[in-house]
Structures are given as structure tokens and as C-alpha cells.
């Protein structure tokens, strides 16, 4: 059996680069599409200050890609290096929307940002505006296959397990490809994204703005991020209630925990708009609870139950049961395949397979697995609910906040006095971090809210690790924090110097600020 | 249309070799580059010229090495997690030595203070020299076997230690794989720039490239009489589902050659890295530098060639449970999954190469010390 410390330090470790690496993708994401709106007035009217702010915003956009394209790597990389037991055993389908985002848009992206950069001079306008569109549409194709490879871990379709090869093998990669969850997931953190690079700019121009600096050009970077801003948000928002909606049985595990929804309550169920969950006694000491909500939000309808997490635990039970049956049935067709009694009572049981594996974390013969320790494994099929609670909550705040926000300043962009409203500015100004969190605090209920699963129902996070040492495990976490503090230091650094000179860094002549170069 | 399964196997052999041969040239050339900086580049303008050779083109170049991950991953999923688990402290090293790259090359020159600027310096030599070392000694080691073996539910479990990764004839094969890529990097590097930085260039490709010939010869000799290689010794069924456990292998004298004697066909890929190397290192003198790139690049096909061709069905051999040595017939992925990926590959491939020869048919052209004056915001 793995060692409980090398299963929580790989977690640990991949949650790090994860997080650290969505630091700068909704970013990236984000700002590619303003780069095209900056870059497409510049072509359409002529006016050298649209170019100027497609090359100052692609500056900063630059300083931020370096480390979304470094981070990005481990990511690649870390399936194999600590999930190596995930690697085989989903390979077939989990790798070929890795290959291809590589393929369809890595490339593309990656390719056409040198030419962002360093092609102003050589192309047409028309041949560079080309150019930062290529970016955008590859930058946008990468979420899309990385969003696909990710809801495919919360609802595993299109796939069978075959004991022969003993792993997933794919056997509809359209199901794949057309999972509703990864749709969802797709608009829903591109959207996030397009927020936070919206943002981003609408910030730094407030921040010029209540400087009196660089006036015009913030004026109109700040008009643009206001209107992209609002639209984002509202699709984030509305997006996200739609991944809300529980299509697989991952879902509406995750929905009955972040919601600490305990009993099935008669359709349509009440949201608890704050409660105090007790994960001992499986109820809330304390709720406020908005009737019919959650029912309406979960089901679109006023008659469907959601189920509740006793329930959910219950048909778990049943499944853990079936599934102790189908990894004994396994691993005697292992040693002989030929025995077709054996093979029946496994086709009969595989659906159930990966719960019978949850029992390995206590048993390495699942047959002798003893009352206690199947209560535990039901314990662990409910992810714990505090947290998810919380963070969800978070997240949704963080989001209407944002609404206001932008909602205010499209407001007052299209009355054109925004400039004249400190308080605007600053609030703008002061919730720059806004975005970065609610992503953040996202995919935290995404991940974590999925466990004890890597693939929900299939394969048990536990069973997926590299059978690695734990002290190698100590050894390569303590430097990825260091390169990865130092790389945050530098980025910082560069990106704060940068965003304070303004415009001015491009040296053309136009800009306040505009000392030699630094 | 789709392939049958013992086809498509032998195809993925062939196309993750492309994409290996593939990141060798492209980011190859990029990592060459940066091995040479601190070298050839005396002083700032001759260091930022030398960076600004590869500065449009590094990122979309190391997708390579990212696609190719993601197409083991794809196609070879038992490699993909038995060797990189494996080699856990190998891929950090390589890992951890790219992340100077990216930001070496964005950050430098954003600050104009020469320790700022030196340090980014070294860290994009150690970005350039260091995967190269490590993918060699990788080779090295596949060509001794790998100590690891599969539980009965194909978990891999590998039971040796970083340190015996670095044992001579893997390190030799460090030494060929850096020679093989600072060479081509030299070559590039001369494409594109003109007078001191040139002519220092070109006495770095000189040694590189003599030392890739002496580097690849002794590592063949090495390998014919001091290295014992694998076979199957059971019968292969290639269309079958794949199982590592499932066959019987031995170790052999001389089994890393035999290749060359049931298929003779094959010994022009050792030849073509002999050819390809002298050739681009007589274009390269005689300034013919774009004629250079591509022997030099074909260079790159006989090595790598060589290699796959000598381990062939191996992919990488088991020194310790000999039957769990993984092999192009029994790592891949579902006939399904190598039919999706031949044709996104089929599909994508050409577009990457068109698009990628505009960027460099945009930027091409030599660059000077006046490029550097003139941008010297906007430039690396």
C-alpha cells in the first residue's frame, strides 16, 4: 500500500504548481482578446495611440506569459513524474487532449507571440493584427483542450476499462470531446479569464487616472476594459450557474457538499445562503436558507430532487460493495483469463470497479476489507464540506462584487465622467486582486470537491501516485517553492516597475515618465 | 481512414521519433544558442545579439519538447509514466533548468544592470547545456536497461538511484547529445550573425562538431563490444492488446547491432550522422550557413536515428525484471487513441511547419549591433 504522507505531499505538490501556474494563465487568457480590441481600433482609425497601447498592455502581458510558459511546463510533465500509476491508467484518454492542445494550439500561440513582439516593423498592419488574433484564438483552443482533459476527471465518459491492459481505454472520443462538463468548464474559466485580464487594465489605468498621468491613454484603455470587463463578468456569472447544473453523478456529489446540503429535502430545495456544517453529526448547527433556490438553480425545474449527501452516501455504500466484488473478480482474471465464470461476475460489477478500489486505501485484499473499514471508504466518498462550502461562497461574492464594479464603471464610461470619480477609480484601483482570487478559490471547489477521486468513480486519488520516496517527495516540493518564490519575486518586481512607469517604458517620446531606459 | 493496430504501432515508433527529431533541430538549435552565449558574446550588444538570433522564435520552438510529452503521453502511456516517474530526479533537473529560459529571455534585457543582465546570462546557458546532458545520459542509460519492474496491476516501480544514472558510457552519451546540439546551435547561431560574434561562433562549431564525431564513434564502439543489449526471445503478436508482462526477453551480446543485420537498410542513418556533421561543418566554414543548418539537421536525424534504430523494438529495456522492459508493441496506447492521434498529427503537422517557416521567413536576416541600438526597448 502507498504511504497516506506520499499521496498528501504528490496533492500538495500539484496542488502548488497548479495554483502557481493559474496565477498568470487567466491573464494571459484575458489579455490576448484586449490586445486584439487595442490592436484592431489601431487599424481601423490610424491612431498611433491605439498601437502604443497594444505594445505597453503587450509588455505587461509579456513579463506575465514568461512564467505562464514556465510553470506550464511542470504541468506537463508532472503526470508522469508523480502520477505515474494516473498516467497509465488514463493515458488513452487523458493524454490525447494534452497531445493535441500541444498540436492545435500551443503551437499556434506560442509561434505567433514572437511575431507580436518583434514583428512590428516587418509586417503590414493588417499582416500583425493577424498575428495577435492567431495568438488569442491559440491562447483560447489551449484552455479549450486543457478544459477538456480536466472534465473528463469529473465525468469520465466516452471510455471502458479493458482488464487486459488493465486502464480506461477510449471508446468515444466525441463523448470525450463533447462532455458537457468540459463545455462548461470551458466558457465558464475563459470567461474568468477575459474578467481578470479586464481587470488587470482597468486598474493600472485607474492607477494613472488618479495620478493625472498618461490621461488619454488611460481614459481609453479604461473604457475598453470597463466594456469587455462587464460582458465577461456577466458570462462568468451566468456560465457558472450553468456548471452548477449536475449533469454527471461527480457534479451532484460536489453540489450536495459545497451547498452542505445533508438530507434530500423535498423539490425545489432551499439554498443555505450561510450555514455552520458539521461534517460529525451531518447536519448544519446553523442555516439561513432561501427557499426553492437551489432546486431552481440545480434542476430548472420546480418538481426534480437534488439529492443530499445521506443519500448520496447510501448509493455509495451499494456501489463500494459491488466494486469489492469486481477487484476480486479482477485480479483472479488476471492471473487467468481464460476463466469465463469469473469474467461474467466481472462484466456484471465493473461499472462499480473504481469504488471497490476506494477499499485499498485501508486493504490491500479488498475481499477481507472488514465493516469498518467500508465505512470509512463511504466516509471518503463525500469530500469534506466545511471547506467547499466556504470557498464556493467566496468565489460567488468575489464574482457580483465584480459585477458592481464593472456594471459602475460602464456605467460611467458611456456617461463619460468616469474619470472624474475618485471613488471609482479607487475601488477599481483597490480590487485588482479580485480576479485572481475568485480563480483561485474556483478551482479549489473544482479539485477538491472531486475528491476522493483523480477520475470520479473510476480511479481513487490514493491508487494514482508515483511510487516514489517520500523524502524525494520533500526534496523536489521544497524546490519548486523555492525557484517558484523567487520567479514570483522577479515577475512582481518587473511587473509592478513596469505598470508604474506606464506608457512611458516604450520610449517613443509620447508618454509622461519617459526616463532613459532603466 | 483508420490503421490497423500492429501498423499504428510502428507508426507512433516513427512519430515520436519526428517529434524527438523534431525538438533536436528546432529548440535544439535555440538551447545551442544558449549554451554558446556567454561564449561568443564579449560584451552586452554582442550578448543581446546573439539572443535576439533565436528571441522571436524559443517559444514556439520548445512546444516541440511540450507536444512531444504530450504525445508519449498520448501514445505511449506506459513510457510516459514508468520513465518519467523513473528518472524522477533527472526530468526535475531538466525541468528546473528550463524554467531559466522563458524568463531568461523575456527579463533580461529589461533592466539595464550587468549583474541583472550576466545572471540571465548563465541561467539561459543552463537552459541550453543542461537538457541536452540529461537526455543523452537518459539514452545512455535505456541502451543498459532501466532498473524498474510492473506489479501485477502495471504499477511501475523503479528501484535504482539518480546516481547511477551517471556512469561512463550514459555520460559519453551526455557528451555526444550536447556536442550534437551546441554544434547546431553553432550553426544557426553563424546563419544569423556577422564578424566577431561569427568568428568565434565558428571556432565553437569546429570543436562541437569534432567532438560530436569523436563522441558519436567512441559510443558505438563502446556499444558494440562492452554493452550487452535486450530480445524477445517469445513470439510477437504486434496486433495484440498490449501487455508488458506478456512476453520473454533476454540479455545478448552484440543485441544493440543486430538491427543492422536483419534490416542493412538502416546503416544509413549511423552514416548520415557521420555525412551530415562533416558536411555542415565544411558549409558552415565555406559560409554556405543555410546549407549548413539542414546537414547539420540531417546530422540530427542519423544520431537520434542511430539510436532508435540500434533499441528497436525497445523502448526502454528492464535491466531487473527483464519481461517488464517496455517495447513499441506493448506500451501504446487503444488502437482508437493511436488512429486520433496519427490523424491530428497529419492534420496539424504541416500547418506547425508552414506557420513556423512565415515567422522565420519574417524575421530572417542577419542581426546586428544596430538592430539591437534601434530596438533597444522592444528587443531582448
Same mark, same amino acid.
Given at each position: ?20 501556474? /493559474? ?32 505594445? /505597453? ?184 450557474? +450553468? ?74 455504500? +451499494? ?55 467500508? +465505512? ?143 | 481512414?483508420?490503421?490497423?493496430? @500492429? ?106 544592470? @550587468? ?40 504499477? @511501475? ?68 563490444? $562492452? ?74 536525424? $542519423? ?78
Amino acid at each position: 500500500m502507498l504511504s497516506e504522507e506520499l499521496v498528501d505531499l504528490s496533492r500538495l505538490q500539484f496542488a502548488i504548481t497548479a495554483m502557481y501556474h /493559474f496565477l498568470f494563465v487567466p491573464l494571459t487568457i484575458g489579455m490576448t482578446w484586449i490586445l486584439v480590441i487595442m490592436e484592431s481600433a489601431y487599424v481601423m482609425t490610424g491612431k498611433t495611440i491605439y498601437k502604443d497601447m497594444t505594445r /505597453f498592455w503587450g509588455k505587461l502581458f509579456g513579463i506575465n506569459f514568461a512564467l505562464g510558459v514556465t510553470t506550464g511546463i511542470t504541468m506537463e510533465f508532472q503526470f508522469g513524474t508523480n502520477w505515474a500509476y494516473y498516467s497509465h491508467y488514463v493515458g488513452d484518454i487523458f493524454g490525447a487532449p494534452l497531445a493535441i492542445e500541444g498540436l492545435m494550439a500551443f503551437f499556434l500561440e506560442s509561434t505567433f507571440i514572437g511575431l507580436f513582439f518583434f514583428g512590428w516593423d516587418r509586417l503590414s498592419r493588417k499582416q500583425h493584427l493577424l498575428v495577435t488574433i492567431l495568438m488569442a484564438v491559440g491562447t483560447n483552443l489551449s484552455a479549450l483542450w486543457i478544459l477538456i482533459a480536466n472534465g473528463w476527471m469529473q465525468n469520465p465518459v466516452g471510455a471502458e476499462f479493458s482488464y487486459v491492459t488493465m486502464r480506461m481505454e477510449m471508446v468515444d472520443f466525441w463523448a470525450v470531446l463533447f462532455n458537457p462538463d468540459a463545455q462548461a468548464k470551458f466558457v465558464h474559466t475563459v470567461s474568468a479569464g477575459y474578467v481578470t485580464g479586464a481587470m488587470f487594465v482597468l486598474s493600472i489605468s485607474a492607477f494613472y487616472l488618479l495620478r493625472g498621468r498618461d490621461v488619454e491613454f488611460a481614459r481609453k484603455s479604461f473604457r475598453i476594459a470597463a466594456a469587455f470587463g462587464f460582458a465577461s463578468i456577466c458570462s462568468v456569472i451566468v456560465l457558472g450557474d +450553468e456548471s452548477g447544473h449536475p449533469v454527471g453523478e461527480a457534479q451532484q456529489t460536489k453540489l450536495a457538499a459545497m451547498e452542505a446540503m445533508w438530507e434530500t429535502e423535498p423539490a425545489p430545495a432551499g439554498f443555505n445562503l450561510i450555514a455552520i456544517p458539521n461534517e460529525a453529526e451531518m447536519k448544519n448547527d446553523f442555516a439561513i436558507e432561501i427557499p426553492w433556490v437551489m432546486g431552481i438553480i440545480g434542476t430548472r425545474s420546480l418538481d426534480q430532487q437534488i439529492p443530499g449527501i445521506k443519500e448520496i452516501r447510501e448509493k455509495n455504500r +451499494e456501489r463500494i460493495l459491488s466494486g469489492q466484488i469486481a477487484v476480486g473478480a479482477l485480479e483472479k482474471l488476471r492471473k487467468n483469463p481464460a476463466d469465463a465464470e469469473t469474467k461474467a461476475l466481472f462484466e456484471q460489477h465493473v461499472g462499480d470497479l473504481g469504488f471497490g478500489l476506494l477499499l485499498k486505501k485501508y486493504v490491500v485484499d479488498v475481499g477481507t476489507a472488514t465493516p469498518e473499514m467500508i +465505512e470509512k471508504a463511504v466516509a471518503d466518498t463525500i469530500p469534506r464540506v466545511a471547506p467547499l462550502f466556504w470557498t464556493f461562497r467566496l468565489m460567488v461574492g468575489f464574482g457580483f462584487l465584480m459585477l458592481a464594479l464593472f456594471g459602475a464603471a460602464l456605467w460611467y464610461s458611456i456617461k463619460g465622467n468616469f474619470a472624474d470619480k475618485p471613488w471609482l477609480l479607487r475601488a477599481a484601483l483597490w480590487m485588482l486582486p479580485v480576479p485572481w482570487l475568485s480563480c483561485e478559490l474556483g478551482w479549489f471547489v473544482a479539485e477538491y470537491g472531486r475528491q476522493p477521486w483523480t477520475i470520479y468513480g473510476v480511479l481513487p486519488t490514493h491508487m494514482s501516485v508515483s511510487t516514489l520516496s517520500v523524502g524525494s517527495l520533500y526534496g523536489s516540493l521544497a524546490g519548486f517553492v523555492g525557484f517558484y518564490t523567487l520567479l514570483l519575486v522577479v515577475e512582481m518586481y518587473l511587473m509592478v516597475r513596469f505598470a508604474k512607469q506606464g506608457p512611458g517604458s516604450l520610449g517613443t517620446g509620447r508618454y509622461d515618465n519617459e526616463y532613459a531606459h532603466a | 481512414m483508420l490503421f490497423d493496430y @500492429p501498423t499504428l504501432k510502428l507508426i507512433w515508433w516513427l512519430l515520436v521519433g519526428v517529434l524527438l527529431v523534431g525538438f533536436a533541430i528546432m529548440d535544439g538549435h535555440d538551447m545551442g544558442v544558449g549554451t554558446l552565449l556567454p561564449f561568443v558574446g564579449k560584451d552586452d550588444v554582442e550578448r543581446r545579439i546573439v539572443i535576439n538570433t533565436v528571441g522571436p522564435h524559443w517559444d514556439g520552438n520548445q512546444v516541440w519538447f511540450i507536444t512531444g510529452g504530450g504525445a508519449i503521453f498520448a501514445a505511449w502511456p506506459l513510457v510516459y509514466a514508468t520513465a518519467f516517474s523513473g528518472f524522477y530526479w533527472a526530468m526535475l533537473a531538466v525541468l528546473w533548468a528550463l524554467f531559466f529560459r522563458p524568463v531568461g529571455f523575456d527579463y533580461r534585457s529589461k533592466i539595464n544592470n @550587468p549583474t541583472w543582465r550576466q545572471t540571465w546570462d548563465w541561467g539561459l546557458f543552463v537552459g541550453g547545456a543542461v537538457p541536452p546532458l540529461i537526455f543523452g545520459v537518459a539514452f545512455g542509460n535505456l541502451f543498459q536497461g532501466v532498473p524498474f519492474h510492473f506489479a501485477d496491476n502495471l504499477m @511501475p516501480y523503479y528501484t535504482g538511484s539518480f546516481w547511477a544514472l551517471l556512469n561512463p558510457f550514459a555520460l559519453l552519451c551526455g557528451v555526444v547529445s550536447t556536442a550534437m546540439i551546441t554544434f547546431h546551435g553553432a550553426i544557426y547561431l553563424m546563419h544569423r550573425t556577422e564578424g566577431a560574434v561569427q568568428r568565434r561562433t565558428q571556432t565553437a562549431m569546429l570543436v562541437f562538431g569534432s567532438l560530436l564525431l569523436l563522441g558519436f564513434s567512441a559510443a558505438g564502439i563502446w556499444l558494440w563490444q $562492452g554493452i550487452d543489449g535486450y530480445a524477445i526471445v517469445s513470439a510477437v503478436d504486434a496486433g495484440a492488446l498490449p501487455n508488458p508482462l506478456d512476453k520473454e526477453v533476454i540479455r545478448q551480446p552484440g543485441a544493440w547491432l543486430a538491427n543492422y543485420d536483419k534490416a542493412p537498410l538502416t546503416m544509413v542513418l549511423p552514416a548520415l550522422a557521420y555525412a551530415g556533421t562533416l558536411a555542415a561543418m565544411l558549409l558552415a566554414v565555406n559560409r554556405a550557413t543555410l546549407a549548413a543548418f539542414v546537414a547539420s539537421s540531417l546530422a540530427i536525424v $542519423g544520431v537520434i536515428g542511430t539510436a532508435g534504430a540500434s533499441l528497436f523494438p525497445f523502448v526502454m529495456p528492464s535491466s531487473t525484471d527483464l519481461r517488464s522492459g517496455l517495447t513499441v508493441w506493448d506500451s501504446v496506447s487503444s488502437q482508437l487513441t493511436l488512429n486520433i492521434m496519427l490523424w491530428a498529427t497529419l492534420i496539424f503537422m504541416p500547418l506547425i511547419i508552414a506557420y513556423t517557416g512565415w515567422a522565420y521567413k519574417v524575421m530572417a536576416g542577419k542581426v546586428t549591433a544596430a538592430y539591437i541600438r534601434e530596438n533597444d526597448h522592444a528587443a531582448y
